[in-house]
């Protein structure tokens, strides 16, 4: 996207929504479907206007990659629904390639945001020690058996994901210089408002 006023005020808006969806799933534990609707349709409709009905493609794409990206760790349980539905939206905003940046930086900063939160929980060992048993049952019989973390572990509380969908999702955005507000900023300067 080549800055204008209205990619300012369209990175603006996702940001707003980023940060609703994140305070929203740190408080509930759930990511609103309106609001990850709302970037759907933000992203669809500035690819129409931005590049014609291609525009819709790669809105599409986007979206698709944010999608395919998420769906596997909601299949195997490390991740709510709510996640992947708000990654799509997403990446139907950023385009396919931000959206690849943007999904990858997002699941780096959910393993380390995890990370801190079993270092401060002081659940290391725990975890050592649970992996430890899955790798030694794969060595001897070749099988890969996932054992559940116990109630009380780090593993298995809550995480708000949406946390991370937004740090990755700012990285990606600033990596390509979309965080700038160049029109907005000279708004400001010029005392237009």
């Known amino acids: 996207m080549q800055p204008t006023l209205a990619s300012d005020l369209l990175m603006l808006s996702l940001l707003l929504l980023l940060f609703f969806a994140t305070a929203w799933d740190i408080i509930k534990h759930i990511i609103p479907n309106l609001v990850s609707l709302a970037i759907l349709i933000c992203g669809v409709i500035y690819h129409?206007?931005?590049?014609?009905?291609?525009?819709?493609i790669t809105a599409l794409s986007g979206l698709l990659i944010g999608f395919f990206?998420?769906?596997p760790f909601y299949i195997t349980g490390g991740m709510a629904a709510g996640d992947v539905k708000l990654m799509a939206a997403?990446?139907?905003l950023l385009g396919p390639q931000l959206a690849t940046l943007a999904a990858g930086l997002s699941l780096i900063a959910g393993c380390l945001l995890a990370l801190a939160l079993v270092l401060l929980k002081g659940d290391l060992p725990n975890l050592f020690k649970r992996y430890y048993r899955?790798?030694?049952?794969f060595c001897l019989t070749?099988?890969?058996i996932y054992e559940k973390p116990h109630p009380g572990d780090a593993a298995a509380l809550r995480f708000p994901y949406a946390l991370a969908i937004m740090a990755g999702t700012l990285l990606a955005l600033a990596h390509q210089s979309q965080l700038n507000f160049y029109y907005l900023r000279s708004l400001f300067d010029g005392g237009v408002l």
């Open 48 to 56: 129409v206007i931005w590049d014609g009905w291609a525009g819709s």
């Open 69 to 71: 990206i998420f769906i």
């Open 90 to 92: 997403v990446g139907s």
């Open 134 to 137: 899955i790798l030694k049952t």
């Open 142 to 144: 070749r099988q890969l």
